[in-house]
């Protein structure tokens, strides 16, 4: 995606207007323009000056992001985004109000304070009417000069047939100026001819102090809702503040410090306690705990020694360390959180398509509404004056801000407390989907479980000692790079055992391993390998190999050439807080489903230790995503995993969720990327997904029904029913305190806490809570067209919601809304063509 700044808009319908200008391109795939942080992300293959110019023609100024522009290098891309977010206009608006306002003072004292409730006037003044009429043209022209931006803005946007909120301030201010004008020069008429009668008539007509008043609020509107946008960028500004400036790299033996842009791949580089990681590296020497809450969240330090990885910006805390440099500038994991936290916030989440439509017409239509309200007043027998009052309230009073900053400051806001926590959304689109998941998809090793394994029983056969067995369990699978063997040798060691010396050592691939050790052959494998190869008789322990077996755990016996010296087994184990995490997803009303290539048996038992609703096992990488397919048909869904052989299914779900920061595979594919390797942060995810969209909807109420109240209430609608007016005054206050209310109403996301379940609302899930699952055996199925025809035989009968076949393990996993009749699925499956052969 290309990035751009954009300058010049001013509301909802400037962004939808450059959007239109972009897409209409030859190329461009896609635009997404952020009123919020005034950039641009356009996906296709055109030109950039082709781009900026499209946005020049459309009346707006557009420049590629520093990063990308002059050949500035990597290192650029933090002051890239940093400067695309520095508040510019604010400082400028507040110099504007303080001027608007000292004048605006003397204005009211004379417009207000004399002619409603009589204070005294300088002598040049009191009594000369003609020469109040002049004070306030002149007062209030210097106001209309000062704040000449909106006019500027407005006018030209009138020009490019592109009407924007400045267009309707202008209209507005322009409106009730001019009439004063006509006003004032229609009273010295009334002077020469001495009628006093006319001359207070259209003393009374005078709206100078309106058209200063109303740009006056308007300003004070737009600083507070830009000092409030900066806020929602706060957290993408943290992230910016965390990497250091410098670092100390080691040359020739020598310490020099230099500026971080100039550390390279494979510099060696410093880290004293306190310090911050300049970049990614992989520690060289010493040993140290690291404190990676700024990235992750995670508030316990990292123990880091010799051949672990650092991450640029997360912090030493303790011990001295000598790092390789790995990732530099723009290659760091901060600069790639920094990128996809911004590239986010360039994005148009799916909801904001209403608005977008709606900002579109919305400047248009107002104008249109203003000039209506103004002929049907005159029409109605109402004085010139009133009329152009109650057109002018309309213009001022309309507000297609709010709209346009509904959606995108929420988004941000929601990125932001993501970031926070080390919960990364790549696009608005992704942070809204994740709130709309019915059906979770995990992935069994590394997601649920920690993907290590490890050594959870000892079985000694009679008459063998615990220290006979593991020594030469310890000996012979020390030579292994398997993983069974890693747990094996990892658990030798943590128990002291000294490790015998063997040869002739042999491994059997799928088996098992045999060598000679201290004379004698010694075997360890899987049953099947000890009962072919060991003179021994392994009867007397089926009972326990079995008993291991359905608890998820993989057996590994071993044996001597004549007497079995017993079982050691070893367990993918679940991670601490895989089962409360579950527990969770549960309880917001998501239905969750494992997926794994373990067998049946040893999947089940994963499952329960989980707590999972749903087990599908013996699935392969491709299976995966056709397993994921046949899930959409139930509702959205979620998939969640971290290996390479997750990345089709990642690509093919709803929603694909990187967990433990995964292999780069795995984080390309997906849409969301949790920097910790924990199941809670998916239900941290959905929190902060659900509590965006919460607040999405509060904005978009709000600001349609402001509108839809306020610009009847200004048009003069509820006169005859209730008498209600509204001054162009109040209207300008209320236009700019609307999108000021939408902007706060965001801020208060930050108030979320994303790891409190104890206000998690179940979201109603058609498929929780009315489905019960069931498998049966079939066989005769050869291909995928069986299982098709399988399919469609049992999901025509009544209660049957769903059916998945596998032709591979002669295996139907059949979803039920009620009780169905065993002899209904037995006909079906028959009348198919099929051999019934039973419930599993």
Known sequence: MEQFNVTGMSCAACQTRVEKAVSALPGVKSCAVSLLTNSMGVEGDVPADEIIQAVENAGYGASLKASKAGGQGKASSKAAYSDSLKDTETPKMKKRLVASVILLIPLMYVSMGHMLWKWPLPAFLDGNHVAMGLYELLISALVMVINQKFFVSGFKGLLHKAPNMDTLIALGATAAFGYSVFALFAMTGAVVEADKEQIMYYMNQFYFESAATILTLITVGKMLEAKSKGETTNALKALMKLAPETAVILADGKEETVAVEDVKVGDLFVVRPGDKIPVDGVVTQGQSAVNEAALTGESLPVEKEAGDKVTSATINTSGYMVCRATRVGEDTTLSEIIRMVSDAAATKAPIAKIADKVSGIFVPAVIAIAIVTLVAWLLAGQTFGYAIARAVSVLVISCPCALGLATPVAIMVGNGIGA?????????????????????????????????????????????????????????????????????????????????????????????????????????????????????????????????????????????????????????????????????????????????????????????????????????????????????????????????????????????????????????????????????????????????????????????????????????????????????????????????????????????????????????????????????????????????????????????????????????????????????????????????????
């Open 420 to 840: 926070k926590s080390g919960i990364l959304f790549k696009t608005s689109a992704s942070l809204e989907e994740a709130g709309r998941t019915k059906i979770i998809a995990l992935d069994k090793t590394g997601t649920i479980t920690t993907g290590l394994m490890k050594v959870t029983d000892l079985v000694e056969a009679d008459g063998i000692k615990k220290s006979e067995l593991l020594a030469a369990a310890y000996s012979l699978e020390s030579k292994s790079e398997h993983p069974v063997s890693k747990a094996i040798v990892e658990y030798g060691k943590e128990n002291g055992v000294e490790v015998l010396e063997s040869s002739d050592f042999e491994v059997v691939p799928g088996k098992g391993l045999k060598a000679c050790i201290k004379g004698k052959v010694i075997y360890g494998g899987n049953a099947k390998y000890i009962d072919e190869n060991a003179k021994t008789d392994i009867s007397s322990i089926k009972n326990t190999l079995d008993e291991l077996s359905s608890q998820g755990k993989t057996p590994v016996l071993f044996a001597s050439e004549d007497k079995l010296l017993g079982i050691i087994a070893v367990a993918d184990t679940v991670k601490d807080d895989s089962p409360s995490a579950i527990n969770q997803l549960k309880n917001m009303g998501l239905r969750v489903v494992m997926l794994t290539g373990d067998n049946e048996k040893t999947a089940r038992a994963i499952g329960n230790l989980a707590g999972v609703d749903e087990v599908i096992a013996s699935v392969k990488p491709d299976g995966k995503e056709a397993v994921i397919r046949e899930l959409m048909n139930h509702g959205k869904v979620a998939m969640v995993g971290d290996g390479i052989n997750d990345a089709p299914a990642l690509t093919s779900a709803d929603l694909g969720i990187a967990i433990g920061a995964g292999t780069d595979v795995a984080i390309d594919a997906a849409d969301v990327v949790l920097m910790k390797n924990s199941l809670m942060d998916v239900a941290a995810a959905i929190r902060i997904s659900r509590a965006t969209l919460r607040n999405i909807h509060e904005n978009l109420f709000w600001a349609f029904f402001y509108n839809v109240i306020g610009i009847p209430l200004a048009a003069g609608c509820y006169v005859a029913a209730f008498g209600w007016t509204l001054n162009p005054m109040f209207g300008a206050a209320a236009m700019g305190l609307s999108s000021f209310c939408v902007v706060t109403n965001a801020l208060r996301l930050n108030l979320v806490k994303v790891y409190d379940a104890r206000k998690d609302k179940s979201v109603k899930n058609p498929s929780k809570g009315k489905e019960n699952t069931m498998k049966i055996t079939v066989k005769g199925m050869m291909c995928g067209h069986c299982e098709a025809h399988v399919k469609k035989a049992l999901e025509a009968i009544d209660g049957i919601t769903g059916a998945t076949a596998s032709h591979e393990q002669n295996l139907v996993t059949i979803e039920t809304s009620k009780d169905v009749d065993e002899a209904l699925i037995k006909a079906a499956v028959e009348e198919a063509g099929y051999e019934y052969a039973g419930i599993c």
